[in-house]
């Protein structure tokens, strides 16, 4: 569609955007800055993310391997670099928006309790995200991120869908 | 939240809003043109509201009252006369604010089905409607319209919900 954007005539809007490591997210994100957000600036981006919670492993897996404190350092490393990258992709997508204020916020746990608390929270003026789970729940449940939010966030809620290609 | 308005850069955009008989949708259309719709015109509204459909009648009801075509009749008037007050009410929210160009759809059925395919057919950049449920199933299933619609459809969706007074 046509760049059509958003000219805040009063105090800037706070809209939060739920970002994964997916390029579902991205899409909406990209959506929100190009038909929401206002160019004559003003609007804050809030940012969240649900990190993986910390994995409860019994002490050897089954495989056999033994899910040592170096292994599980590893694994959270690990987790803790896909999450900050997934953020700081995002973060360098608003960039292109100079007048668009960004803020962040990084949450362990469920991306639907995550996402509804920080809602909660905050009290956006909108909450943006994609449609198709998120994070570690991506391929189990289809949409049903998007859908709790839907249902349970109080804040006006805009899904956007990344078109098949 | 302040007022704010979408100012279109380009061509005018098509947003479709789903409206029926309740509250809800018209919460929902007055929340679109407060913070959607851009304040410079060029937006088209497309108002899509379902109508309940005929209904099919035994030719004697429980309580043993014969339908006959008298009173199917005036049922449908009835419904016909609903629906045509739940339109009109929505276009007159929209004639406060005569840069918007508005168009009606007005289709028999069950509202998500008429809903999504309004949209598939129509292709609007939007779809915005409220949570609760829609028309006749208002009572019965809670939200299930709207993610329907979410789920479904392939734009995208933005449901607002009125706040509990």
Redesign the interface.
Same mark, same amino acid.
């Not at 059509?4 to 706070?14: P, Q």
């Not at 957000?37 to 492993?57: E, F, K, M, Q, W």
């Not at 360098?92 to 928006?97: E, K």
């Not at 198709?132 to 729940?137: A, L, P, S, V």
């Given at each position: 569609?046509?760049? #059509?954007?958003? #000219? !805040? *005539?009063? !105090?800037g809007?706070r809209i939060m955007v739920a970002v994964d490591e997916g390029e579902e997210s991205l899409h909406a994100l990209n959506?929100c800055l190009a $038909?929401?957000v206002? /160019?004559a600036g003003g609007d804050t981006l809030l940012l969240v993310h649900a990190r993986r919670p910390r994995p409860v492993y019994a002490a050897m897996d089954s495989a056999g391997y033994m899910m040592t404190s170096d292994v599980l350092a590893s694994v959270e490393r690990h987790a803790n670099a896909v999450s900050a990258a997934a953020v700081d992709k995002a973060k360098r997508v608003c960039a292109d928006h100079p007048h668009v204020k960004v803020e962040t916020m990084v949450e362990s746990g469920d991306p639907r309790d995550v996402i509804c608390d920080a809602a909660d929270k905050m009290a956006p003026? =909108?909450l943006v995200m994609g449609?198709h789970g998120y994070g570690f729940i991506q391929r189990a449940f289809l949409?049903s991120v *998007? $859908?709790h939010c839907?249902?349970n966030c109080?804040? /006006?809620? =805009?899904?956007?869908?990344r /078109?098949k290609e």
């Amino acid at each position: 569609m046509e760049t #059509a954007a958003v #000219a !805040a *005539s009063g !105090a800037g809007r706070r809209i939060m955007v739920a970002v994964d490591e997916g390029e579902e997210s991205l899409h909406a994100l990209n959506w929100c800055l190009a $038909n929401v957000v206002s /160019p004559a600036g003003g609007d804050t981006l809030l940012l969240v993310h649900a990190r993986r919670p910390r994995p409860v492993y019994a002490a050897m897996d089954s495989a056999g391997y033994m899910m040592t404190s170096d292994v599980l350092a590893s694994v959270e490393r690990h987790a803790n670099a896909v999450s900050a990258a997934a953020v700081d992709k995002a973060k360098r997508v608003c960039a292109d928006h100079p007048h668009v204020k960004v803020e962040t916020m990084v949450e362990s746990g469920d991306p639907r309790d995550v996402i509804c608390d920080a809602a909660d929270k905050m009290a956006p003026d =909108l909450l943006v995200m994609g449609s198709h789970g998120y994070g570690f729940i991506q391929r189990a449940f289809l949409g049903s991120v *998007s $859908n709790h939010c839907a249902q349970n966030c109080k804040c /006006p809620v =805009l899904i956007v869908k990344r /078109p098949k290609e």
